[in-house]
């Protein structure tokens, strides 16, 4: 009996001067190893719904870039139009070949011009709308995939995280670590910090 009092005389003595301190709790240690997870950028990416939402924020900016385009060619076209007008009232417009030029009247001539000029710009014009439209259409499948193929990745990244995050806790136990190791890894704000923590 004396020998089993002298044991835990000596244990607590040990305590005293080693300093015990008590270990971290199950919760203590998930912060600790979530947030050693976040600094080191292993949770990123981890979120569907978020990964979802950067993939549509990234397609909505794709779709407003096309439409702005377009919108610029459509104005652009619009300048050659009254380009095109300048030069038949300066005389400068291409002539008619001589079919079409034939039995008509300078008058006619001219608004033969303009009609000419007005097809050839509303012909662009059109090229350029379905063009764009044709590059709108694509975008929403395209979209469709990327979503899916972002939210596939999301998932991934998160089973790899809860795996690091369960490999750390284990180590964690195994080590030892103590409740103030554990709360100020928890709070650390950067890498260095982190490692700081004893």
Known sequence: MKQLYRKIGMAIAACLILGCEAKATDDQLQAMCKNMLELKGTLRGTDEAKEAARVEGEYRIKE????????????????????????????EAPALSEEEAEDLTPEQIKEAQIKKAEEIVE???????????????????????????????????LGEAQEAEKGCIDAAKKKGVTEKIATCRAQAQSKDDYKACK
């Open 123 to 157: 012909k662009r014009r059109k090229e350029i709308t379905e063009e764009a439209e044709g590059l709108l259409a694509k975008l929403g499948p395209q979209k469709t995939y990327a979503i899916r193929d972002a939210k596939k990745y999301a998932a991934k990244r």
């Open 64 to 91: 407003e870039t096309l439409k702005k385009e377009m919108d610029r060619d459509l104005r652009g076209m619009e300048e050659v139009r009254a380009q095109k007008m300048k030069d038949i009232e300066a005389g």
